[in-house]
C-alpha cells in the first residue's frame, strides 16, 4: 500500500515535538523526549523488518502506535530523578497487533474544539483582490482534484461537503465545534446562517448535536458584542467564542479528552483525525452526562 502522507515513515504516530498554532513560540524539546522520539524510530524500523513491513505501514497499526509509547517509558524510566506516571502497556503489544488493539482501540470520545470550513463563493470573495488565493495550501494538502483548476474553484475543497466527509465520514470524531475566523462582519469566510445549515445536515445523521457552532464576535469592532443576541437568535444552538488579538487569548479549560486519549486514537487513523486545539465548547453546551466519562485536561 502506498502511503501520500510521510510515505519513508520518518514520523511516529504520536507526535512528540516542538509545535505551535503560530500564535507562540514552540517550546523547545528536552533531552528526554528526543531520546524517547529516538527510541521509538529505532524499534519501529527494528518492529517493521521483523514483521516483513515497511517501516510507514508499520507505524500507522496499533502496533506502530504501542511501539511509539513504549519508546516513551523507556526514556522517562532513564532519564531519572522524575516524578510521574507511564504508560501501562505491554512490552509485546509492540509486535502483536491483537494484543496492541485490545490496550488501544478501546472507543474514546472524540471533541474536536476547533473545525473549520469556508463558504466557496461567498460574498468574502468579491472583497478579494483578483490574484489573492487564500487557503490554497490547504486544498492542495488534501490532493482535491478541484486544486488544480484555475482560480478559486479550489475552495470547493475546503467547503460544507468537504468539512462533513472528512470530520463525521472518514474519521472517528463524536463532536465537532465550528469555529469562525477573526474578520470583519462584511469579510467573515463562513456566516452563521451558513453554518447553522450545515449543522441542521448533520442533525440527520447517525447521533444528535454532534456539530456545535461558534460565534465570530470581535470585541473590538464596533457593533459586536451588541450583536451577539443577534447572532444567538439567528442560530440558537450556537456558543460563542470571542476572538480576542492573539496578545490577549487564553486557553479555556481545555479539551475533554485525556492526550493519551487523543494520541492512541490518532495512531488508529492519523490522516483522518483533525487536530485538538486549546479553544474550547462552553461546558453548559453540551449535557452533562457527556462528562461522566471524560477527564479534563489543564492547557497552559
Not at 35 to 57: D, K, T, V, W
Not at 71 to 76: E, I, K, L, T
Not at 103 to 127: C, K, M, R, S
Not at 187 to 203: D, F, H, K, M, Y
Request: charged share 20%; net charge positive; proline share 6%.
Amino acid at each position: 500500500m502506498k502511503y501520500r502522507h510521510d510515505p519513508d515513515g520518518a514520523r511516529l504516530p504520536i507526535k512528540l515535538d516542538a509545535t505551535t498554532n503560530g500564535e507562540f513560540a514552540p517550546i523547545p524539546l528536552e533531552p528526554v523526549h528526543r531520546h524517547a522520539r529516538h527510541l521509538a524510530l529505532e524499534a519501529a524500523a527494528s518492529h517493521a523488518r521483523c514483521l516483513g513491513q515497511s517501516r510507514r505501514a508499520f507505524l500507522v497499526s496499533a502496533c506502530g502506535a504501542a511501539t511509539a509509547l513504549l519508546g516513551m517509558n523507556a526514556a522517562y524510566a532513564s532519564a531519572g530523578g522524575r516524578r510521574g506516571g507511564y504508560f501501562e502497556l505491554d512490552a509485546d503489544a509492540a509486535l502483536d497487533l491483537q494484543l496492541a488493539r485490545s490496550a488501544l482501540d478501546t472507543g474514546e470520545f472524540i471533541f474536536d474544539v476547533q473545525g473549520h470550513f469556508v463558504n466557496p463563493t461567498g460574498a468574502w470573495t468579491n472583497a478579494l483582490p483578483s490574484s489573492a488565493q487564500p487557503l490554497l495550501s490547504f486544498a492542495q494538502n488534501k490532493r482535491c482534484e478541484a486544486a488544480a483548476r484555475p482560480g478559486r474553484d479550489y475552495l470547493q475543497c475546503l467547503d460544507s461537503d468537504a468539512f462533513i466527509k472528512d470530520v463525521f465520514l472518514d474519521s472517528d470524531t463524536d463532536l465537532v465545534v465550528l469555529s469562525f475566523v477573526p474578520s470583519t462582519r462584511k469579510g467573515e469566510p463562513l456566516t452563521i446562517e451558513e453554518a447553522a445549515a450545515t449543522a441542521r445536515i448533520v442533525e440527520t445523521m447517525k447521533g444528535t448535536h454532534r456539530l456545535l457552532l461558534h460565534g465570530r464576535v470581535n470585541p473590538n469592532q464596533a457593533g459586536d458584542l451588541e450583536g451577539m443576541d443577534n447572532r444567538k437568535e439567528r442560530a440558537s444552538s450556537s456558543t460563542m467564542m470571542s476572538a480576542l488579538p492573539s496578545s490577549r487569548r487564553r486557553a479555556s479549560s481545555g479539551s475533554r479528552t485525556s492526550p493519551f486519549t487523543r494520541a492512541c486514537r490518532s495512531a488508529r487513523s492519523p490522516t483522518s483525525i483533525r487536530r485538538v486545539s486549546t479553544w474550547a465548547a462552553s461546558p453548559s453546551a453540551i449535557p452533562t452526562s457527556t462528562f461522566s466519562s471524560i477527564t479534563p485536561v489543564s492547557l497552559r
